[in-house]
């Protein structure tokens, strides 16, 4: 069948190119964001951890199709993804997801707000007509939606700078009523588990403490991005009889106290959901390696 031809006005092809080019981009930034947070803890927290992956994983491949083929089809597909995207992580802030509730970061509001861009300028090259003269596109065969998106939607434009603005809107909200992570174990006290077959050293609710390699006895070098995934046990911790060990406190950089163990900082690992769980054990983030406490017995 000849190719249609629109009459409305709407975007022109080297605009049409520009958002196609965005789009892609776009998405596979906030791939790489979702991929540098699943590598650097978040692939440990339960169900988090495969999402975050999938994440990864659609957001590249889409971006990709995008890029190579340039289908209407593809690009609304791409920016459906990242409004849901968006909402995953709005859900997370607010009432919490698979029971992770998330906290703010850098990295989740340039996520967040590289989600809303990326819907943008996927949703106008999917929907806004192209200017007079351009083809709009084949007859459709796979229905009345494909053949509206091949022609262009009227209206469109207005419509995704109305879900641009709300969305943005949420987000704004959502960051400013979520906070950083609570002081982990202030006052709390100190007990054991057996984990794997080893003590370890927990903090009253059971929640496995940990130290960091890059720590000294009197500096902790873990602030900023890192304490949020690995908040510090702060404050001065009550002895108790049955653990042998030495107690104390240094001074963080932000001047508040953070109880040692035998000259370690302690720290919790946000991807411990439950007590006796060790998910930190191992692990090489945040510039060095991560340790449980262990203790004789």
Same mark, same amino acid.
């Given at each position: 069948?000849?190719?249609?031809?629109?009459?409305?006005?709407?975007?022109?092809?080297?605009?049409? %190119?520009?958002?196609? %080019?965005?789009? @892609? =981009? %776009?998405?596979?930034?906030?791939?790489?964001?979702? *991929?540098?947070?699943?590598?650097?803890?978040?692939?440990?927290?339960? !169900?988090?951890?495969?999402?975050?992956?999938?994440?990864?994983?659609?957001?590249? !491949?889409?971006?990709?199709?995008?890029?190579?083929?340039?289908?209407?089809?593809?690009?609304?597909?791409?920016?459906?993804?990242?409004?849901?995207?968006?909402?995953?992580?709005?859900?997370?802030?607010?009432?919490?997801?698979?029971?992770?509730?998330?906290?703010?970061?850098?990295?989740?509001?340039? &996520? =967040?707000?590289?989600? !809303?861009?990326?819907?943008?300028?996927?949703?106008?090259?999917?929907?806004?007509?192209?200017? *007079?003269?351009?083809?709009?596109?084949?007859?459709?065969?796979?229905?009345?939606?494909? @053949?509206?998106?091949?022609?262009?939607?009227?209206? @469109?434009?207005?419509?995704? &700078?109305?879900?641009?603005?709300?969305?943005?809107?949420?987000?704004?909200?959502?960051?400013?009523?979520?906070? =950083?992570?609570?002081?982990?174990?202030?006052?709390?006290? %100190?007990?054991? @588990?057996?984990?794997? =077959?080893?003590?370890?050293?927990?903090?009253?609710?059971?929640?496995?403490?940990?130290?960091?390699?890059?720590?000294?006895? &009197?500096?902790?070098?873990?602030?900023?991005?890192? &304490?949020?995934?690995?908040?510090?046990?702060?404050?001065?911790?009550?002895?108790?009889?049955?653990?042998?060990?030495?107690?104390?406190?240094?001074?963080?950089?932000?001047?508040?106290?953070?109880?040692?163990?035998?000259?370690?900082?302690?720290?919790?690992?946000?991807?411990?959901?439950?007590?006796?769980?060790?998910?930190?054990?191992?692990?090489?983030?945040?510039?060095?390696?991560?340790?449980?406490?262990?203790?004789?017995?």
């Amino acid at each position: 069948m000849a190719t249609e031809r629109t009459r409305r006005p709407g975007l022109s092809r080297n605009q049409r %190119l520009g958002l196609r %080019l965005a789009g @892609a =981009g %776009l998405l596979a930034a906030t791939g790489a964001i979702h *991929l540098d947070l699943y590598l650097t803890g978040y692939r440990s927290i339960p !169900v988090i951890g495969w999402l975050f992956l999938l994440q990864v994983i659609a957001a590249f !491949v889409l971006g990709a199709a995008v890029l190579v083929s340039g289908s209407r089809l593809v690009a609304a597909a791409g920016a459906g993804f990242a409004l849901s995207t968006l909402g995953g992580y709005l859900l997370s802030v607010w009432i919490g997801l698979f029971g992770f509730i998330e906290v703010r970061t850098t990295a989740g509001i340039v &996520a =967040g707000m590289i989600e !809303v861009a990326a819907f943008a300028a996927l949703a106008a090259f999917a929907a806004v007509p192209a200017t *007079l003269g351009q083809p709009a596109g084949q007859a459709a065969s796979g229905g009345p939606l494909l @053949a509206r998106l091949q022609a262009g939607i009227p209206g @469109a434009g207005r419509a995704i &700078a109305g879900v641009s603005v709300l969305a943005l809107v949420l987000l704004g909200i959502g960051v400013a009523g979520a906070g =950083g992570r609570p002081p982990a174990a202030g006052g709390g006290g %100190l007990t054991t @588990a057996k984990i794997g =077959g080893v003590t370890v050293l927990t903090n009253a609710k059971g929640f496995t403490l940990y130290w960091f390699a890059p720590d000294t006895p &009197a500096k902790s070098n873990c602030n900023g991005s890192c &304490a949020v995934y690995w908040p510090p046990v702060t404050g001065t911790l009550p002895p108790n009889p049955a653990i042998t060990g030495k107690l104390g406190t240094v001074k963080r950089s932000d001047g508040t106290a953070q109880a040692t163990y035998d000259g370690h900082p302690l720290y919790l690992y946000v991807g411990d959901t439950a007590p006796s769980e060790a998910n930190g054990n191992g692990l090489n983030l945040n510039g060095g390696l991560w340790h449980e406490v262990t203790v004789p017995g």
